[in-house]
């Protein structure tokens, strides 16, 4: 599993690179910096700003004492999502994107719980509760 996940960081990294260099070579490299720059700062706005209403959103179904699982799910998108636009390149800029915005994010999340249920049905995953007195 670990050697699945260094391909793909090193697959990303060279598929990003690449990127850099052909759009770089297109459009020049300042305007190429530029447009990096950029949408790291607009990703990050936007996931604060999706961040803090998910954070809310979990607030009131905590008040409410409902379980905040979709809140949860969508605020590990974000997250992640977040991170890519901070990792420069293209391919993590539009992978960024698609998890910050809710309608492909929903598609992302769809994913997810089925992973995650395919992991506690066959037993990679255990839950653990404990009672407190």
């Known amino acids: 599993m670990i050697r699945i996940g260094m391909f793909i960081v090193l697959v990303v990294a ?14 020049g490299p300042l305007p190429t910096v530029g447009i990096v720059v950029a949408t790291s ?10 961040g803090i209403a998910v954070l809310q959103l979990a607030k009131v179904q905590l008040e409410n004492r409902q379980l905040p699982g979709e809140a949860i799910i969508d605020g590990i998108c974000i997250l992640l999502g977040g991170f ?4 420069p390149g293209f391919l993590t800029d539009i992978l960024g994107v698609l998890l910050l915005i809710p309608l492909t994010r929903g598609i992302a999340k769809i994913a997810a719980k089925r992973k995650l249920l395919a992991w506690i049905e066959k037993g ?4 653990i509760s404990r009672r407190y007195p």
């Open 41 to 50: 700062l607009i990703g990050a706005l936007f996931a604060r700003k999706q």
């Open 14 to 27: 060279i598929v990003e690179i690449w990127g850099l260099v052909a759009v770089g070579s297109w459009i």
């Open 84 to 87: 890519l636009l901070l990792v």
């Open 124 to 127: 990679n995953m255990n839950w």
